[in-house]
């Protein structure tokens, strides 16, 4: 009833409630799209984090056309100042579509914006998107010259790349690098969270390590 109230019914929309996953994974491949819009929210737990993974990627470009885009409007605020937390966030965002997409643009912003495709004509520079929006047969509300050339100003689009490439990992269903970033960028809104989150998941692979190395001693002592 709630969704009613926001996407109506009509023969224009076809609207089905189901989970993304198990939706994609039973689609027809005949059957392609144009854009997917991944917006999940933040990857704060393991449901959500699942969107933003190498596997529901790749799930997701199956069901693309040649020249299709991926679209994940985040929440972070990257127009001012990009903190280390938050650079943690986005690059693994980036380097998780990178490792799914041929081309991959991140748009700074109040909202930073993550496109991707395996098609080289989305790889525009701005010029070329104001050039193409000039051209069109209507004035966008948003998507404007006086927008695009305030969003992607050089100076915003070099801080951020830089912190698109100050890590390297890229987030999995087996190793959500997300959802513990997530958490420890959240817990600067507490001093004593902060130092306790990151110290719990930097001593989770010594304990995993740990019990790998004494498991099997453990097994011969009681089996003797």
Known sequence: ????KIIPFSKRIIRIDDDPISFLSHSNPI??????IINSG???????????????LKLSKTLLKNDGIIFFPSHYDTDRYISQDKAGIISAIYNTLQNSFAHVTVWPGDMTLFFASDSSLFNLTSDSLIGRIKNLGYYPQYINENYLADRLQ????EKLRDALDSFGQINTLNRPILVYRQTAYRAKLGG???KIIPALFNVAP????LSSILWPVLSLYLWS
């Open 1 to 4: 009833e709630a969704l009613d």
């Open 31 to 36: 059957r392609k799209y144009d854009i997917i």
């Open 42 to 56: 933040e990857p704060d737990n393991y449901k959500n984090n699942r969107f933003l993974t190498d596997r529901f």
């Open 154 to 157: 050089n100076f915003k689009m």
């Open 192 to 194: 004593i969270d902060n």
């Open 206 to 209: 010594r304990i995993l390590l």
